[in-house]
Structures are given as structure tokens and as C-alpha cells.
Nanobody
Framework: QVQLVESGGGLVQAGGSLRLSCAASGRTFSAAAMGWFRQAPGKEREFVVA????????NYADSVKGRFTISGDNAKNTVYLNMNSLKPEDTAVYYC???????????????????WGQGTQVTVSS
């Protein structure tokens, strides 16, 4: 069984920054890529960013490009999401996810991710 545990959420003012972490554990954890998704109240879950372990390939949603940065620490099986210049519309529950295989075509599809964390709340006040 693979477990993903997010941390680092909280309340921040608009223009501020937060850093989310996602630690992966399990007997045979092996994921081709990790991703962050978010879900705001009353809205569908949306893709934020994906990260491929093998070469650090990244794919960002347009809404966060230039403000968010994803990185990974292979030794710790942990990915980080640095969020800068936060806006009220970034308010959501942020979920970490992992997928066994990698496909650029499907990198933004939540259904292609096998493992999910419990989510961490990010609230940006105006």
C-alpha cells in the first residue's frame, strides 16, 4: 500500500507564499510521476502541476505558471510545491497524487493517478 501525506497548508494573505510537501511511503513505492490537484468549494477538482521523477519534467496549469514551482527529493520520496504571489482564487484543498506510468497526453487527468493524499487546506485572504 502506498501512502501520500501532505503538509504545509494554512492561511495566508494575498501576495504571500506557502510551501506544501507530499511525502510518499509504502513497501514498494514506485511512481513515474507526482501531481498536485486542488478543489475549491462547489468546484470540480482541477490540475495544478505534475512532476516526472526521471528527469524533472514539469507541467503547470496556466493559472499557476510563473507563481508555483514543483520540485522533488528522490532520497526522501517527497515533492514540494512552492506557491508564491498567492491569490484568493488559489483557495482550495490541495491534493497530492502519484501515478505509476507517465503519459504527457494524460498528465493532467486525475483519473490516471492511482494514489492520493488526504488533502491540505490552503486559504488566501484578500
Amino acid at each position: 500500500q502506498v501512502q501520500l501525506v501532505e503538509s504545509g497548508g494554512g492561511l495566508v494573505q494575498a501576495g504571500g507564499s506557502l510551501r506544501l510537501s507530499c511525502a510518499a511511503s509504502g513497501r514498494t513505492f514506485s511512481a513515474a510521476a507526482m501531481g498536485w490537484f486542488r478543489q475549491a468549494p462547489g468546484k470540480e477538482r482541477e490540475f495544478v502541476v505534475a512532476f516526472r521523477w526521471s528527469d524533472g519534467y514539469t507541467n503547470y496549469a496556466d493559472s499557476v505558471k510563473g507563481r508555483f514551482t514543483i520540485s522533488g527529493d528522490n532520497a526522501k520520496n517527497t515533492v514540494y510545491l512552492n506557491m508564491n504571489s498567492l491569490k484568493p482564487e488559489d483557495t482550495a484543498v490541495y491534493y497530492c497524487a502519484a501515478r505509476r506510468t507517465f503519459s504527457i497526453a494524460g498528465i493532467r487527468s486525475s483519473s490516471d493517478y492511482t494514489y492520493w493524499g488526504q488533502g491540505t487546506q490552503v486559504t488566501v485572504s484578500s
